[in-house]
T-cell receptor, first 117, second 116 residues
């Protein structure tokens, strides 16, 4: 399977613990995105990278959240001191940066489900 | 006001029915528009892009009205397999240019249930 892959798919953690999610994008894609989705809501943008540069961050990305993409390939999203409100599905997506005459379809991974108890 | 608003539904329709979903967006500077489909506990998948002139893909037709900041999706001859949540999505970046805006802005989604 050459799609976007995320790991772990499910994580249950105690409040206050740190968790880290990993995303491997489609290999030729230079853009990588993180979104969060809670029940009954659409996905909410958190941040995105073009290659290794973090180009945009949402206000939703509090100080407890940090994302990295050190070599411009895979990315990690770390949540420190988790809170119950962090329980959600964390979606990673990737795309090519748009070029003239071509679209930039964004492909999502299957998501990482976080439950904070 | 939410950036992208949709009727959450659910829309319960019989097989073969025609169903229409509407969506409004608040930022007039939005440049590209999409409909995504999301099955229960799965990731969103692109259904179709929405062009200013309107576009059709099989049983699906999408329309955009920039003046009213309104997007629609029409599904004809609905199938059981069309049951899903349909997400209206806008992007500040140009679809076909090196736009600097990366994030997609999603509505909450409209749930469709097609019954036999």
């Amino acid at each position: 399977d050459t799609g976007v892959s995320q790991d772990p798919r499910h994580k249950i953690t105690k409040r206050g613990q740190n968790v880290t999610f990993r995303c491997d994008p489609i290999s030729e894609h230079n853009r990588l995105y993180w979104y969060r989705q809670t029940l009954g809501q659409g996905p909410e943008f958190l941040t995105y990278f073009q290659n290794e540069a973090q180009l945009e961050k949402s206000r939703l990305l509090s100080d407890r959240f940090s994302a990295e993409r050190p070599k411009g390939s895979f990315s990690t999203l770390e949540i420190q001191r988790t809170e119950q409100g962090d329980s959600a599905m964390y979606l990673c997506a990737s795309s090519l940066a748009p070029r003239t005459g071509s679209g930039n379809t964004i492909y999502f991974g299957e998501g990482s489900w976080l439950t904070v108890v | 006001r939410k950036e992208v608003e949709q009727d959450p539904g659910p829309f319960n329709v019989p097989e073969g029915a025609t169903v229409a979903f509407n969506c409004t967006y608040s930022n007039s500077a939005s440049q590209s528009f999409f409909w995504y489909r999301q099955d229960c506990r799965k990731e969103p998948k692109l259904l179709m892009s929405v062009y200013s002139s309107g576009n059709e893909d099989g049983r699906f037709t999408a329309q955009l009205n920039r003046a009213s900041q309104y997007i629609s999706l029409l599904i004809r001859d609905s199938k059981l397999s069309d049951s899903a949540t349909y997400l209206c999505v806008v992007n500040m970046g140009f679809m076909n240019y090196g736009g600097s805006q990366g994030n997609l802005i999603f509505g909450k989604g409209t749930k469709l249930s097609v019954k036999p």
